[in-house]
């Protein structure tokens, strides 16, 4: 059975909520470690980024596989106003909200699979990452 888990994110809690359960998926898929506070930590992004830029969405923490190798995804979505210029989003130093501008770009080096997906006509953003065991 595989394991899936949703928590609904609107408040500086609900990130709280997010990282534990992520980390709590991870360690029973056999993650440890380093790689416990890595998920824990990409999760907290795309969770503070519903929470700055759409107010609320989701993020989704289910096992991973593709039949050779196993690990976590982790979905975040919003329905928020999205990402007007994505390739931009995703330079070390942009934001649009007056922070550093690493939040997307240290997601991506976290994991070993990421996407975006954002619609500027209020179909929000959805962000997709991976991370295989070793």
């Given at each position: ?6 928590v ?18 991870a ?38 596989g ?11 979505r ?57």
């Amino acid at each position: 059975m595989q394991v899936r888990k949703v928590v609904r994110v609107a408040t500086d809690r609900d990130i709280v909520a997010a990282r534990e359960i992520g980390k709590a998926v991870a360690r029973e898929l056999g993650f440890d470690g380093v790689e416990l506070v890595v998920i824990a930590t990409a999760i907290s992004e795309v969770a503070r980024n519903i929470i700055s830029y759409a107010v609320c969405g989701e993020v989704e923490v289910t096992e991973a596989g593709n039949g050779q190798r196993r690990g976590i995804e982790i979905v975040a979505r919003d329905h928020g106003p999205g990402i007007a210029d994505v390739e931009r989003a995703m330079q070390d130093g942009y934001s649009t909200g007056g922070g550093l501008g690493l939040g997307l770009p240290g997601c991506r080096r976290l994991v070993d699979e990421f996407s975006i997906d954002s619609c500027t006509d209020g179909g929000g953003t959805t962000v997709t990452m991976r991370k295989w065991l070793n």
